[in-house]
């Protein structure tokens, strides 16, 4: 049964929507709600994971939510970031005092815009290939697992395995888009082949990423309808979900609604 990483950053820009411009009556410290409370409730509701992405310009996630979730963290953390200078520096910098020596566990390397609302496709690992080697190369030797968030395209596996990658996280937004265009439909209707096309191409770059020898993970814009067809994959290790979760959680709080999802994903299997 695959893993099951939560992406916090959610809840962080929910704190971010009433903080940024500065509100009547914050004091330093008491800002809500706080990401790394909604990482614990998440481990207690079964997540094998936290992620969060600091990103370049702090807009969710900050650098006091890194270093707090590293402290105190049960279970494994995920960063994710760009391939920066200044994010390798980040990232070799942190401790983790309890759970593991000193750092996050696993970086997710992720191309960053500044105008995306999130991150919006995967990584070119193939057009900048020596750059990417050499971040890799100086993450894993700090003992990070690293992994490249992806589009489902062999070209791009074949340069992530080759530059050294732990694992590759393929970008599940176009299935996600042709399951909502078809209503989820995989036998008929418009949308149906669209639908089963999409999936095919996920399971054929997951197959790719197993020969090349390194772990098949995959995200992005998952949710409790569409989660099912990708955790029954086989051989896939990690999934990783964030935005139906924290929207879950509005309603029936974090725990639940990670518990709810671990349920579906342990019911594909
Ligand atoms: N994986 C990666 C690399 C991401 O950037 C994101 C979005 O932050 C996710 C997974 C989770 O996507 P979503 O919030 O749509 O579940």
New binding site residues.
Partial sequence: MPSLGV?I??VATIRQARYRHGAVGVVEGTEEPDPVLAAHEATLGGADCLTI?LREDRRHVNDRDLELLCRTARVKVNL?MAATDEMVAIALSHRRERVHAGRPQMV?L?PEGRQEV??EGGLDVAGQAARMKAVVAKLKDAGIVVSA?IDADLAQVDASADAGFDCC?LHTGPYATAFAASGGDFRAGAGAAALAASLERVHDAGEHIMSRAIRFNA????NYANVRPIAELVGIEEL?????IVSRAVFCGMRQAVAEMKRLISASV
């Fill in positions: 992406n950053d959610h992405h994710e997710t992720v999130t991150t968030f996280e995200g992005h814009a998952l990783h979900i964030g935005h139906a």
